[in-house]
């Protein structure tokens, strides 16, 4: 299947394809999430109604983590499998990786303002996420600091796969260091311990988080491709120059 | 092995020809201790709460500027070439080239804790412990810190670029190396945080080499 993908107009045949798709089931789940989430859930018997800020807290959180992930294992495609679309699909998911561990940083200290009566503390998962996002800006900064293209690209990818050997690590450490955070509730043996009036919200803005990632992932992969492309016109142009 | 020990010996050489640079680190390692006091107060009972905290992270910055010339020389100089044709396993090589690193400088922080914990106030009771700790606790700095390297060899900066790699990937380390010297201080049992910490840098010995030689391969592209 990699094979098939790994051509690049193929795969943006099919990316036109997804995109428009991504677009449409990300308002198709959003529009009904974001109504259940803030209109038609219950109000939490303790947490109020700020429980409605983990409707895009916890799906936050997930893609951020996916979306290491995924990049980790785009790193192990384009070392192993030497296909630039690898990297360029990593290089276009970090950003909106980043952006969603900044967002659950960002949800995670409004809610704990009212209730864990301070804006920062320092909680495992919160500072597990910090370091999430730490990770995700040295990659960025990394592969963008090189003149030769393909250097940064090579040295993100090895970090990529550092990085994602370390993350439960990093997690375990922080864990064992320091907790006050909620338990998982959603993923856990013997079934979510949450009641599916916010089950079913949570679930559809996690869907809406997902596909929004994918459609700006299949945009920026798309500008990225763009741009190399061109890079590479202006390169030959200026060599054929070169020659009258 | 015996190209192994001839890049130990030249490493080893460089280092005590360069002394200054060894020296340098030490003596940041000592100035950062010293500006704590002069920060928080010279209150002894507080300084010896912070005091396994400080040491630690001290340890931390004072490696991290030591990390950017790992193998920037080497590639300056054309001696990476060199390395790479060694022919024994690369990663080996890069073995041998983070013990002698941490000759030149894990070493020497872990003799000089001892004077700064007195400095901080620390008992000396649980200090050998905490000197453990900080030799294994700086092997694995200076792993990461070879990766990190090895990584932003050719980039168009160096030295914060490091520190943005390697302090992340450095938390557990941090944590678990905290944790011993504060349990060995206040005479608890040591040996859980100890046994993590132990457990890290051996999981970084099984990672950090193979990373260091496939990014030292893309570098000499």
């Known amino acids: 299947m990699f094979d098939y993908l790994a051509n690049p107009a193929r795969f943006q045949r099919i990316a036109n394809v997804i995109r428009p798709l991504a677009w449409l089931i990300f308002i198709i789940t959003l529009l009904p999430g974001l109504y259940y989430a803030f209109f038609n859930s219950p109000a939490d018997y303790q947490q109020g109604e700020t429980v409605r800020i983990m409707y895009i807290h916890v799906p936050s959180a997930w893609m951020a983590l996916m979306g290491y992930v995924l990049m980790a294992l785009m790193a192990l495609f384009y070392l192993v499998w030497k296909h630039p679309l690898a990297d360029i699909a990593a290089r276009s998911m970090a950003l909106p990786g980043a952006a969603f561990a900044f967002i659950t940083l960002v949800t995670g200290s409004l809610w704990g303002a009212p209730m864990w009566g301070t804006w920062w503390v320092w909680d495992a998962r919160l500072t597990s996420m910090l370091i999430l996002l730490f990770l995700y800006i040295g990659y960025m900064v990394l592969v963008d600091s090189f003149d030769r293209e393909d250097r940064g690209s090579k040295a993100g990818a090895v970090l990529l796969l550092v990085g994602v050997i370390n993350i439960p690590i990093i997690k375990f450490s922080v864990d064992w260091w320091n907790t006050l955070h909620q338990g998982a509730s959603v993923i856990r043996v013997g079934g979510p311990l949450i009641d599916a009036s916010m089950l079913i919200p949570l679930l559809l803005m996690a869907a809406a988080a997902k596909w929004w990632f994918i459609a700006i992932t299949l945009i920026r992969m798309r500008t990225l491709m763009g741009e190399r492309r061109l890079q590479s016109r202006l390169a030959s142009r200026r060599e054929g120059g070169a020659h009258d | ?221």
């Open chain 2, 1 to 221: 092995m015996q190209a192994q020990w001839a890049v130990l010996k030249r490493d080893l050489l460089l280092g005590w020809r360069g002394l200054s640079d060894t020296i340098a680190g030490i003596s940041f390692f000592v100035m950062i201790i010293a500006l704590v006091p002069l920060a928080v107060g010279p209150d002894t009972a507080t300084l010896t709460v912070i005091a396994p905290a400080i040491l630690w992270i001290a340890a931390l910055l004072a490696t991290l500027p030591q990390m950017e010339r790992l193998f920037a020389r080497d590639d300056a100089e054309g001696g990476l070439d060199h390395l790479l044709m060694i022919p024994a396993p690369l990663p080996l090589t890069v073995l041998t080239k983070i013990a002698a690193a941490w000759l030149l400088i894990g070493l020497p922080l872990t003799l000089t804790a001892p004077l700064l914990g007195m400095m901080l106030a620390l008992p000396l009771a649980g200090m050998a412990m905490v000197m453990l700790a900080l030799a294994i606790g700086t092997f694995g700095l200076l792993m990461l810190g070879m990766i990190a390297a090895a990584l932003v060899l050719g980039a168009r900066r160096g030295g914060v670029l490091i520190a943005i790699l390697v302090l992340p990937l450095a938390m557990p380390i941090l944590i678990f190396g905290v944790a011993t010297s504060q349990a060995a201080m206040l005479g608890e049992n040591a040996m859980p945080p100890f046994q993590f910490l132990l457990a890290v840098v051996l999981l970084l010995l099984a990672i950090t080499p193979w990373a260091t030689a496939m990014s030292l391969r893309h570098a000499a592209e």
